[in-house]
């Protein structure tokens, strides 16, 4: 069986946008499967089964009557939401930023969905009137990619969706993405009532929360690939967590992953068992297969310092090349030790990807670093 991926460049109006707006988002799901349908001439009885990849914390919401998102998707890394956390915490005892820790495994930060959702829910007339008439939905992407609504499109594909849209499509979403909105019990793995009455969140604009490995339901009626099966986080979700199990195949604890990009982003196997951290990392759910019990990770992101200091006259580019990529490696190491001492049991295999995996010195250095100081 192979596994199909490419590197295809789009260029049009709608793509450009694809950042803020929702639709648009979704809409390159629905591009990508025309692209394999009409120019890699990839057919139905082709392919076993499909799924997304996407943003963990990136929220979208829409109107279950049309289809149509109601604002601009607010992604990620957007912190207009700072106002929010600021709410939040006004509520709690000294202003505990690891106040819900326990329950969702995250601390209040504006990076994670239910902080986003609260300010569309505030701010968004629009989304604050859909909630009151009971017409919206909340999901990350790949939750209104699965459930869908297309513009920009030949007109042909317009009534239709991946898997009915508002005429009964999916509105589900995986254990991996549910657990970075922090709204989910990490435990239970369902939505936690305390904290959806914390963020004021209606519990039927939820997805419902899915395995990682399962059958969702198959593509519409009308579309390309009409009938393919679409499943879970198999091929669901995060480049980081997707490569557990896609790439890198890490699927026993004591395992690990760094993606070395803008920023690197470590994930650390943990198994079956929730590990609480008390070096500030974050726990989060990688995967679950079915009616298995989750495996566990704990995460944690590496963002360079922009210090510079020990510099004399002779200090040349290449110093601060080679100094850049030692921080990279030494921040790297701590993050494993820590890892490490929140675990208890030792790391048996790094695994790494992202552009600058590319860096032949960087990936040497880390790997000196590792030996020279393991734990």
Known sequence: MRLFSSN????????????????????????????????????????VTLGITNQRETTIVWDKTTGEPLHNAIVWGDIRTDTTVD??????PENNTNHFKSICGLPIS?????????????????????????KCLFGTVETHGYYGYWTLIPSYYKKNNLTGGKDGGLHIT?????????????ELLNWDPLLLHTFKVPPEIM????????????????????GVLISGKNSVDIRKSAGIF??????????????????????YNTG????????????????????????YALEAKLLNMKIICGLTAFSTKQHIIRAVLEAVCFQTRDILEAMNRDCGFPLSKLHVDGKMTTQHLL???QVSFYMLFSF
Not at 22 to 35: D, P
Request: charged fraction near 20%.
């Open 207 to 226: 997805p419902e929360i899915r395995s990682s490995s399962e059958i969702y339901g198959k593509v519409s009626k009308g579309y390309p690939l009409e």
């Open 8 to 47: 295809t460049t789009f260029d049009s109006p709608m793509l450009r946008k694809c950042g803020k707006d929702g639709g648009a988002i979704s809409n390159i799901t629905f591009i990508y499967l025309i692209v394999l349908y009409k120019h890699f001439y990839v057919s139905a009885r082709n392919i």
């Open 363 to 365: 990936m040497q250095l």
């Open 110 to 134: 504006p990076y994670f969905s239910a902080f986003k959702l609260k300010w569309l829910m505030h701010y968004v007339s629009q989304v604050k009137k859909a909630v009151k008439a009971k």
């Open 87 to 92: 709410t939040i915490l006004a509520k709690l």
């Open 246 to 267: 896609s790439r890198t195949k890490l699927y026993e604890e004591g395992q690990a992953k760094n993606t070395y990009r803008s920023g690197c982003f470590l994930l």
């Open 174 to 186: 995986d254990v991996t993405n549910a657990s970075r909105t922090f709204l989910m019990n990490i």
């Open 272 to 295: 079956t068992s929730r590990v609480q951290s008390t070096h500030g990392l974050v726990a989060t759910v990688v995967y679950k297969f079915g009616d298995a019990p989750a495996v």
